[in-house]
T-cell receptor
Framework: AQSVTQLDSQVPVFEEAPVELRCNYS??????LFWYVQYPNQGLQLLLK??????LVESINGFEAEFNKSQTSFHLRKPSVHISDTAEYFC?????????????FGQGTELSVKP | EPEVTQTPSHQVTQMGQEVILRCVPI?????FYWYRQILGQKVEFLVS????????KSEIFDDQFSVERPDGSNFTLKIRSTKLEDSAMYFC?????????????FGPGTRLTVL
């Protein structure tokens, strides 16, 4: 069965520092991976996704994630964070491949950026 | 930009009462979902819906739950007799297609409090 584990429940960092939010997945089939972000009092928004091709995927606001098959990881990184990046970040995988439907989410990582 | 909307933002109810949570998916989307997040826990899939039928449901989605698309715009989740453990944030989502790579767009959520 597909599953994801987010290793850190909370990550406090100072503004302009680099950050890495960790996600490991478990899957016996081809892998698609997603990162969603939830800003305070808002719904989940897709940040980026890996479907195939280049293992490095980027978002429009400077985040990137690298699919690493050997380490079964899809860690999210940003070289310099802003106060506005404060949010909860969720890693997710599809429940069933080639069929769509449900997403299986990790526990979430709360990123807190301090001035 | 089109978005998924949900009403109400917060619902307080007494145990045993029926509640209906409402969602307006993005207008050209055909696939609809409900997820929930109990405080401090993962976002969990409840049900997916297409062409006026349930496509998939989780074990959480028992006989107390039902979904409906009563008209061309609304998508509702009904909990027939609420329990204390139904207290959670409920998210509606929609997508254009049902393939694994299709992005699910989430609403801001309804916080349900059962007293």
């Amino acid at each position: 069965a597909q599953s994801v584990t987010q290793l850190d429940s909370q990550v406090p960092v100072f503004e302009e520092a680099p950050v890495e939010l960790r996600c490991n997945y478990s899957s016996s089939v081809s892998v698609y991976l997603f990162w969603y972000v939830q800003y305070p009092n808002q719904g989940l928004q897709l940040l980026l996704k890996y479907l195939s091709g280049s293992t490095l995927v980027e978002s429009i606001n400077g985040f990137e994630a690298e699919f690493n098959k050997s380490q079964t990881s899809f860690h999210l990184r940003k070289p310099s964070v802003h106060i506005s990046d404060t949010a909860e970040y969720f890693c997710a995988v599809p429940g069933v491949y080639n069929q769509g439907g449900k997403l299986i989410f990790g526990q979430g990582t709360e990123l807190s950026v301090k001035p | 930009e089109p978005e998924v909307t949900q009403t109400p933002s917060h619902q307080v109810t007494q145990m045993g009462q029926e509640v209906i949570l409402r969602c307006v998916p993005i207008s050209n989307h055909l696939y609809f979902y409900w997820y929930r997040q109990i405080l401090g826990q993962k976002v969990e899939f409840l049900v997916s819906f297409y062409n006026n039928e349930i496509s998939e449901k989780s074990e959480i989605f028992d006989d107390q739950f039902s979904v409906e698309r009563p008209d061309g715009s609304n998508f509702t989740l009904k909990i027939r007799s609420t329990k204390l453990e139904d207290s959670a944030m409920y998210f509606c989502a929609s997508s254009v297609g049902f393939s694994t790579g299709d992005t699910q767009y989430f609403g801001p959520g309804t916080r349900l409090t059962v007293l």
